[in-house]
């Protein structure tokens, strides 16, 4: 059993590694969307890449957000939100709709609901949880 999560402060340079991390995912994820096709990938990664980095964006904006909570407490924000976006593609009002069909709204919602991008997601967080504990030791190791 895990031990209860000490009480110490959270070092400053935590949220600002996660940050820098997700402009980093970011950058990436823009960059799988826009220019995957052209340097042809494949369909699978560039749909689902992006699905990974979308979700392990979440999760380290999670983490720039709220640095007093555990990994496994930001993956299950994380996930929560992945699900309930990836839930939310099967509501379709006049206004939901044409907000997706915006550049900022395909980005942040996506429009068509997948269960596999749910298996994408989790492979994200998983992967935003294993970036953030190797930069958290790296950091707390150098002088």
Known sequence: MRAAQSDKPVAPWTSLSRAALALAVIVCGLSLRWYGFPLG???????????????????????VLLP??????????????????????????????????????ALLLGRIFS?????????????????DRVTTVRWAKAP
């Open 41 to 63: 990938l494949p369909a699978f990664v560039v749909k689902y890449g992006g699905s990974l980095l979308w979700a392990t964006m979440v999760f380290l904006l999670a983490g």
């Open 68 to 105: 007093q909570l555990s990994r496994s407490q930001l993956a299950a924000i994380a996930a929560i939100i992945a699900v309930v976006v990836e839930f939310s593609r099967l509501i379709h009002t006049p206004w939901l709709d044409a907000f997706r069909l915006t550049t900022a709204g």
């Open 115 to 131: 269960l596999w991008n749910l298996v994408a997601y989790a492979v994200g967080i998983a992967f935003g949880v294993l970036a």
